[in-house]
């Protein structure tokens, strides 16, 4: 086994944050779907043991990274800890991001933010801040927009009643649709 391979697709499982399509796996790191299942094999046995603190989850064809049930409780303290704070710059931003051009992929606000956000948008999930949405247009994907709860919070009926909205979402929208894949914003 290729260990730079599994390096490289534990790396790729860490930065995505969830789960993820063998076959995308094999697309993004340019290689045969079998060489990533034995990559997930010597991934999976690397950190099988005691003194490590994730592994690797399958359901079907897709796989990701996730903490051990054992450190279940510390990663609670962890998110409860988190959940208790106020928002950071880091999370207003992307907020504000999905609040004023959402639904949006989480890659179009990554590449707005210039960013890896997926700890970001998870913690906003978690807050109830913003929920995922299926994405019409791409089977298994999803797009992110505020939640009622967050419009409620904001004392909005809906995110075009937010201060600025056409000014705000036309400048997102402009940005996004520099995205060199093209924007996967929903308008």
């Known amino acids: 086994m290729d ?23 094999a697309a993004v790191l340019r290689c045969e779907e079998s060489d990533i299942r034995s990559a997930l094999e010597a991934l999976t046995m690397h950190l099988g043991g005691a003194d490590r603190g994730l592994m690797v989850i399958e359901a079907g064809e897709r796989v990701q990274l ?68 299926p994405d019409p247009e791409r089977a298994r994907q999803f797009l992110l927009r505020p939640s009622l709860d967050c419009l409620k919070t904001l004392g909005v009926v809906r995110a075009e009643d937010l201060p600025e909205y056409e000014r705000f979402h036309g400048v997102l929208a402009r940005t996004a649709a520099a995205e060199p894949e093209g924007a996967s914003v929903k308008e």
């Not at 599994?6 to 796996?25: T, Y």
């Not at 992307?94 to 590449?111: D, H, M, Q, W």
Request: charged content about 20%; hydrophobic content about 40%.
């Open 3 to 25: 260990k730079s391979l599994s390096g490289s697709l534990e790396a790729l499982l860490f930065l995505h944050g969830e789960p993820m399509a063998v076959k995308k796996i």
């Open 66 to 133: 996730v903490t051990k049930p054992e450190h279940g409780e510390l990663v609670a303290q962890y998110i409860k800890g988190e959940l208790g704070e106020t928002l950071t710059p880091a999370s207003l931003e992307t907020l504000s991001i999905i609040a004023y051009l959402g639904p949006v992929s989480k890659e179009t606000v990554e590449f707005i933010r210039g960013v890896n956000s997926a700890f970001t948008i998870r913690s906003l999930s978690m807050r109830g801040l913003v929920e995922r949405v």
